[in-house]
T-cell receptor
């Protein structure tokens, strides 16, 4: 079964602690994304990566870090510098632009994981 | 600032009725406009999408209407069902980049 797996589903962070959220995909997608979801604010981009060993900051990168050592993995670390980490975190992936063949919409489709709910103890 | 503005924030519709969610954008370089559906505790899933070269796209009970001159697009759900109760997000992406810009979401409740 192809898809995106996020773990854990629920995570609790103590003050001053760094925590890492896992995201793994077996869709052979080049681009991967991390979004934060807060009630009434939609999805806000934290980081994204288009290829291995490269990533860019999104709109709300402060207090977060990522790595992309393997194509299928894009872990997100919520550092102690993130003062309000309680949120639902979503990982997503898609193919690179221009690889969708005749269907120009195919490479635009974002596939999302089931999310990780992070709460502060 | 919010690149894509979505309304209403919440919507309650009777079973069998029409649900309408609206979005507006400013950046004319956007070239892809998807709608995502999200159930509680799950990630969003692509519902339907449109490009600016067409004014309407229909898939089953779901229709996107696109008004390029007004820079607006909307999702219409015909014959709304309780199973359609979910949060809906509109989005837009640029023709030169890899980022998606999401609206703030609409919580739809369809009552039997």
């Amino acid at each position: 079964d192809g898809g995106i797996t996020q773990s854990p589903k629920y995570l609790f962070r103590k003050e001053g602690q760094n925590v890492t959220l896992s995201c793994e995909q077996n869709l052979n997608h080049d681009a991967m994304y991390w979004y934060r979801q807060d009630p009434g604010q939609g999805l806000r981009l934290i980081y994204y990566s288009q290829i291995v060993n490269d990533f860019q900051k999104g709109d709300i990168a402060e207090g977060y870090s990522v790595s992309r050592e393997k194509k299928e993995s894009f872990p997100l670390t919520v550092t102690s510098a993130q003062k309000n980490p309680t949120a639902f975190y979503l990982c997503a992936s898609r193919t690179a632009r221009g690889t969708g063949g005749a269907d120009t919409n195919a490479n635009e489709k974002l596939f999302f994981g089931s999310g990780t709910q992070l709460s502060v103890l | 600032q919010q690149q894509v503005k979505q309304s209403p924030q919440s919507l309650i519709v009777q079973k069998g009725g029409i649900s309408i969610i609206n979005c507006a954008y400013e950046n004319t370089a956007f070239d892809y406009f998807p709608w995502y559906q999200q159930f509680p505790g799950k990630g969003p899933a692509l519902l339907i999408a449109i490009r600016p070269d067409v004014s309407e796209k229909k898939e089953g009970r779901f229709t996107i209407s696109f008004n390029k001159s007004a820079k607006q697009f909307s999702l219409h759900i015909m014959d709304s069902q309780p199973g359609d109760s979910a949060t809906y997000f509109c989005a837009a992406s640029l023709n030169t980049g890899n980022q998606f810009y999401f609206g703030t979401g609409t919580s739809l409740t369809v009552i039997p």
